[in-house]
Each structure stands twice: as C-alpha cells, then as structure tokens.
C-alpha cells in the first residue's frame, strides 16, 4: 500500500514540475517584442540579462573650472604674432579653423600640415605620406546628431538569450558600427529585437557613455581645466592628486605652447578608468576637444599616469616638437581611446614603468599618426607601439628595452614608413612570455579591448631588429602582413615567422580552435629564417619583385592536439623573386615562376 502512495506522490510531483515548467516557458515567451536588458552572464552566444528599461540622460553640461583653479594668469588677449585664438566651425560643419593637423592633397601625395601658433606665426615644412600611409582625420557622423546617451533601470526579471545569427550594431557617442557577439561584455546594456519562437533578430549595445562597452566613464578630477577657447603660451600646470589630471582640456579649441605639464604624484583608483578614459593621465582631452600642443614638455611619476591622453569621438590632439616622460606603470606616452585621434611630430618619448608603451591605445581605439621622433619604453610588456587603433608611423625610431617592439590587438593596424623598431622581451618578465617570445606580436586577446576582425601589419623600408624570440608571432586572428625592402635582423634563436594557435591560458580563444589564418606580401625583400604554421593555422606567402626567402617552410602539430583539418601553405613565387632552401620543407601547395634553389633539400607538397 505504501508503494502505491509512493508511486503516485511521484507521478504527481511528476506532473507539478511538468506544469511549473510550461509556467516558466509561457513567461518566457518575448516572441515579437523588444526587450531591454544588462549583460550578468555570457556563455558563448548565450547572454543572461537583468530586464530593465532605458533612462535617457541629459547630455553633459560643458563643465566648469576646477575647484581652487584660476585661469592662466598669462593667457593673451591675442594669439602671439598677431594670429588670432582659432575659431568654431561654423554649424555647417566645415573644420577649415580647427586648431589641428590637415590633411592636404597634391597630385599622389597627401601633405599634413601642423598649424604653428609660435612666435612669427611660421610653419612647418609640409610632411608629405602616401595615400596608404595615413589615415583621414575622423568625420563628424551624419546630421551632425550624437546618439543619445542611456543608463539602465533594472527590473526584478532575468532571462537568457540565444544571440546567434542576430545583426549586432553597436551605439557610441558619434557613430552607430556594426559590431559582433565576441565584443560582448558583462555591464553592456542591449535592447533586443526578437521575432518568432524568441528568435532574436537583432541586438543593438546602447550608448553608455562609452565608446568601449560595458563601462560608465570615470575621468576623475583636474587640477587644471581648460574649457573656452583660445591660445595659451609658457604656462605650467602641475598635479599631486589622486585620480587627478595636472591639466584637462574638456570641448574647447585649445592651442599650447612651452607649456609644462607636471603630473607629480597621485594614486590611481581604478587601472581601467586610467586606460580606458584618461583618469590621473598627466594632460587629458576630451569631449570633443581639438588641442594643438606645441614646444611643452610634459611629465609624470604616477601610477596610470599616461603623458599625453586623446579620448572620444570627435577629440583631437596633434602635438609637435615637444618631449613627454612618464615613470609609474600603466603610464604610456601617446594614449589615444574611444575612437579618438592623436597626431605627433617629431617628438622625444621615454616610458619606465611596466605596461607603459611609449605610443599606445586601448579600447575603443581611434587614429594615430606619428612623423618623426625617438620612442623608447623601458619597462616590462612595455612595448614601443602597442595598438588597438590605426596607427601611422614614419622616420621615426621605435626602441622596447625589456617588451616586445609592436604589438596590434584585434581589428587594427600599424603601418611603418621607413622607421627604426628594436625590441628586446624578457625571458621571464613578459606578461606572455610563458607563451611565445617575440619581437612583433599580432593576436586577438578576447578581452574586449579591440574587435574580432583582420589584423594589418606593413612596414616599407627602415628595419626591424629582433634581440629574443620570434621576429614575428601571429595567433588567434587573421592578418595582413606586407614587408616591402626592409632590413630584417633577427638576433635570436627564434623563428622568422611563427604562425599557431596558443594554449589559452591568457584566454586568447579556446585552446585547439586558436590558429591564426595570415596572408604574408613580401615586396623587394630581402629575409631568412624558419617559418612555421600549425595544423589549426594557415599561411599564403607571397614572394615578389625581386624577393629573397633564405629558409625553410613546413606545417607542424598543433601544440595542444588541435587539428581541424584547415591548415594550409601556400606559396607563391613571381618572375623575379627566388627561394633559397637551407633544409627539408612540407607545404600545401606550390606556385614557381621564379627560382628555387634546392641546395640538396627536398619540398613536399600535399603529402
């Protein structure tokens, strides 16, 4: 008889679950709806959402001068040697008047020219680049209208999403991009558009206020706060304060001249609001902000104390003939985020601390173009460049004592133009160092600091010089590489170019499935080595007008067993170029219509 009462309380707890279930399913149901939510939990193209709904914020007031903050005594009434303070565009929206860097055309070519605010009024000699060398200055987005800006009331309700197959399309500040569910971050709020059955169609990241994702901006305070326009000559402005910048220039057209920026001291509260948004930077722009600086020295000993800061669609620096000193860590010299734009000229450049690259950007990125200067970082995984941007370098020297030379993250680019790059990586200091060492690393980090997208590296004469490791080391991304006649000197014992995935334990993609997929250009080049592809990898190489490969080419194992049967090396040779073999080499497949020097070694294609 007990069993009989047992079975039957089963069957009906049976169904009770069963009920509560199809309670649960009909609440569920978003079918043909909108939907507001804050990211809690991602797990592949699954997110949970804390529901909620969207506050639409007022936009920020220009704000005013710091606490205790005067107005520089010495700003003139007039520009020196007569030129008058820049004006606003009129609201047709021609930037004619800016106070920043041109981009001019003539015949091929494209001229920068640096307006110069200096005694007499002179200007620089026109720089010219090559149309493929520099990027366009940033455009303000159609109608002129930023996108509204939003924060998140949440509700008592959390449900999860699969986001696969939906159109992602991301809002920022000046711009709404198309974006990917892997630039997805816990604290991003989406507004969800869902079809049938809760299919979700399409999913769009609403403007926080920040240009990167999932992130309030924190700037922190200033001691010194420039919001009106003008010219303002030999002035020093100096800061000791935690989360504090020596001086900030907030929406206004701004030019300095011999100005020091002395950032001395002051705590940081937060390593993300000191990348991300210029917090405790010695001299931050922002908010639109057009700054021209020129013959200033800046400085800073703080923690997350970057020298120069550019953050913010629609914000420029362009900064000439000056020198910037920086010494705690987390404290590059250009910092350039959120879509903004950063032009140097010959400037002198020093970085000690650890992850204090001497010109570098972080999430959100933006433009930066450099002409000219020496750039040395001093510090561990402190490399000369470190880009999640566009970043343009020419005639300049790039040296890393103790990191990496380049390093591009993601979707973004560096381009040298007949540069000096040195680098040097610690065999036990280097944030990665347990990985691979490398001379130039190209990767996709999956930290949401730079999209999943093609990688570019390009470098036409001038000379790379690697003293530990791989000269070039390319994982979890795709990537454009073109070297055109520059002298590669690789000092180490490591590979030329090292293609493979990576064991993940930096999460850099899942361990396996973490190849890299690169197509190499080489142009007038001369280069020698081992090259290298993984079986989770692949590698088309392209030797031509007049190349010289010098070295081996083979397909290896994947070091974590991964083999999804995608690997490829492919070759090319033109008329001109020839291959030099210096051992046994196993490629997918062959293209000759140069010269192949066998030297007693044998190349075996397809098996």
Same mark, same amino acid.
């Given at each position: 008889?007990?069993?009989?009462?047992?079975?039957?309380?089963?069957?009906?707890?049976?169904?009770?679950?069963?009920?509560?279930?199809?309670?649960?399913?009909?609440?569920?149901?978003?079918?043909?709806?909108?939907?507001?939510?804050?990211?809690?939990?991602?797990? %592949?193209?699954?997110?949970?959402?804390?529901?909620?709904?969207?506050?639409?914020?007022?936009?920020?007031?220009?704000?005013?001068?710091?606490?205790?903050?005067?107005?520089?005594?010495?700003?003139?009434?007039?520009?020196?040697?007569?030129?008058?303070?820049?004006?606003?565009?009129?609201?047709? *929206?021609?930037?004619?008047?800016?106070?920043?860097?041109?981009?001019?055309?003539?015949?091929?070519?494209?001229?920068?020219?640096?307006?110069?605010?200096?005694?007499?009024?002179?200007?620089?000699?026109?720089?010219?680049?090559?149309?493929?060398?520099?990027?366009?200055?940033?455009?303000?987005?159609?109608?002129?209208?930023?996108?509204?800006? @939003?924060? &998140?009331?949440?509700?008592?309700?959390?449900?999860?999403?699969?986001?696969?197959?939906?159109?992602?399309?991301?809002?920022?500040?000046?711009?709404?991009?198309?974006?990917?569910?892997?630039?997805?971050?816990?604290?991003?709020?989406?507004?969800?558009?869902?079809?049938?059955?809760?299919?979700?169609?399409?999913?769009?990241?609403?403007?926080?206020?920040?240009?990167?994702?999932? %992130? !309030?901006?924190?700037?922190? !305070?200033?001691?010194?706060?420039?919001?009106?326009?003008?010219?303002?000559?030999?002035?020093? @402005?100096?800061?000791?304060?935690?989360?504090?910048?020596?001086?900030?220039?907030?929406?206004?057209?701004?030019?300095?001249?011999?100005?020091?920026?002395?950032?001395?001291?002051?705590?940081?509260?937060?390593?993300?609001?000191?990348? &991300?948004?210029?917090?405790?930077?010695?001299?931050?722009?922002?908010?639109?902000?057009?700054?021209?600086?020129?013959?200033?020295?800046?400085?800073?000993?703080?923690?997350? %104390?970057?020298?120069?800061?550019?953050?913010?669609? *629609?914000?420029?620096?362009?900064?000439?003939?000056?020198?910037?000193?920086?010494?705690?860590?987390?404290?590059?010299?250009?910092?350039?985020?959120?879509?903004?734009?950063?032009?140097?000229?010959?400037?002198?450049?020093?970085?000690?601390?650890?992850?204090?690259?001497?010109?570098?950007?972080?999430?959100?990125? %933006?433009?930066?173009?450099?002409?000219?200067?020496?750039?040395?970082?001093?510090?561990?995984?402190?490399?000369?460049?470190?880009?999640?941007?566009?970043?343009?370098?020419?005639?300049?020297?790039?040296?890393?004592?103790?990191?990496?030379?380049?390093?591009?993250?993601?979707?973004?680019?560096?381009?040298?133009?007949?540069?000096?790059?040195?680098?040097?990586?610690?065999?036990?200091?280097?944030?990665?160092?347990?990985?691979?060492?490398?001379?130039?690393?190209?990767?996709?980090?999956?930290?949401?600091?730079?999209?999943?997208?093609?990688?570019?590296?390009?470098?036409?004469?001038?000379?790379?010089?690697?003293?530990?490791?791989?000269?070039?080391?390319?994982?979890? !991304?795709?990537?454009?590489?073109?070297?055109?006649?520059?002298?590669?000197?690789?000092?180490?014992?490591?590979?030329?170019?090292?293609?493979?995935?990576?064991?993940?334990?930096?999460?850099?993609?899942?361990?396996?499935?973490?190849?890299?997929?690169?197509?190499?250009?080489?142009?007038?080049?001369?280069?020698?080595?081992?090259?290298?592809?993984?079986?989770?990898?692949?590698?088309?190489?392209?030797?031509?007008?007049?190349?010289? &490969?010098?070295?081996?080419?083979?397909?290896?194992?994947?070091?974590?067993?991964?083999?999804?049967?995608?690997?490829?090396?492919?070759?090319?040779?033109?008329?001109?170029?020839?291959?030099?073999?210096?051992?046994?080499?196993?490629?997918?497949?062959?293209?000759?219509? *140069?010269?192949?020097?066998?030297?007693? @070694?044998?190349?075996? !294609?397809?098996?």
């Amino acid at each position: 008889m007990n069993n009989s009462k047992n079975k039957l309380a089963a069957v009906l707890l049976a169904l009770l679950l069963v009920c509560a279930a199809c309670s649960a399913e009909e609440k569920a149901d978003f079918s043909n709806s909108k939907v507001v939510g804050l990211i809690t939990e991602i797990d %592949g193209s699954k997110v949970t959402l804390q529901l909620g709904e969207l506050v639409e914020q007022e936009p920020p007031a220009k704000p005013e001068g710091a606490a205790g903050s005067e107005p520089p005594a010495n700003k003139p009434d007039s520009a020196p040697g007569g030129l008058e303070p820049p004006a606003k565009p009129e609201e047709s *929206g021609q930037n004619e008047s800016k106070p920043t860097m041109q981009l001019q055309n003539s015949g091929s070519a494209q001229a920068l020219i640096i307006p110069q605010v200096a005694e007499g009024g002179k200007q620089p000699d026109m720089l010219t680049l090559d149309n493929e060398s520099v990027n366009s200055l940033p455009e303000a987005p159609a109608g002129g209208k930023p996108n509204s800006l @939003y924060s &998140f009331k949440a509700g008592q309700e959390s449900a999860t999403f699969d986001l696969d197959g939906a159109e992602v399309s991301v809002e920022e500040p000046m711009q709404t991009r198309a974006g990917s569910l892997a630039e997805l971050a816990a604290g991003d709020i989406l507004e969800l558009e869902i079809g049938e059955k809760n299919r979700v169609l399409t999913v769009t990241v609403k403007n926080s206020g920040s240009t990167s994702m999932g %992130g !309030t901006v924190e700037q922190g !305070t200033s001691a010194n706060l420039l919001a009106e326009d003008g010219i303002v000559t030999g002035q020093t @402005y100096t800061s000791s304060g935690d989360d504090e910048n020596a001086l900030r220039v907030d929406s206004a057209f701004v030019s300095l001249v011999e100005a020091e920026v002395q950032k001395t001291d002051g705590a940081s509260s937060s390593t993300e609001s000191g990348d &991300f948004y210029g917090q405790n930077a010695a001299l931050l722009a922002t908010n639109g902000a057009m700054l021209t600086i020129d013959k200033s020295k800046i400085t800073s000993n703080a923690p997350n %104390g970057n020298g120069v800061f550019s953050y913010g669609d *629609g914000t420029v620096v362009s900064i000439s003939d000056s020198s910037i000193v920086t010494s705690g860590n987390n404290s590059g010299g250009l910092q350039t985020t959120g879509g903004a734009t950063m032009n140097a000229v010959n400037l002198s450049i020093e970085t000690a601390g650890n992850s204090s690259a001497a010109i570098r950007s972080d999430r959100g990125g %933006g433009t930066v173009n450099v002409i000219g200067g020496n750039y040395i970082s001093r510090g561990y995984n402190s490399p000369a460049v470190y880009s999640t941007a566009d970043i343009t370098v020419m005639n300049a020297n790039l040296n890393a004592e103790n990191s990496e030379a380049l390093v591009i993250e993601g979707r973004n680019s560096i381009k040298l133009l007949d540069c000096t790059v040195s680098g040097r990586m610690s065999l036990d200091k280097g944030a990665s160092s347990d990985e691979n060492l490398h001379n130039v690393m190209i990767y996709q980090s999956m930290s949401g600091d730079a999209e999943v997208g093609t990688s570019e590296f390009s470098a036409q004469g001038g000379s790379i010089t690697g003293q530990s490791g791989d000269l070039f080391y390319v994982t979890n !991304t795709h990537c454009l590489l073109t070297l055109d006649d520059v002298a590669l000197d690789n000092q180490a014992e490591g590979q030329l170019l090292r293609v493979c995935g990576n064991s993940a334990r930096h999460g850099w993609g899942k361990a396996g499935s973490n190849g890299a997929q690169v197509e190499f250009l080489a142009k007038h080049q001369q280069m020698q080595g081992e090259i290298t592809v993984d079986s989770i990898s692949s590698l088309d190489l392209q030797l031509t007008e007049g190349s010289v &490969f010098t070295g081996t080419l083979n397909i290896v194992p994947n070091a974590q067993g991964g083999n999804d049967g995608s690997v490829a090396l492919n070759v090319v040779i033109d008329a001109d170029s020839v291959w030099n073999l210096t051992g046994d080499c196993v490629i997918s497949s062959l293209e000759n219509k *140069g010269t192949i020097n066998y030297n007693g @070694y044998k190349i075996s !294609t397809n098996g």
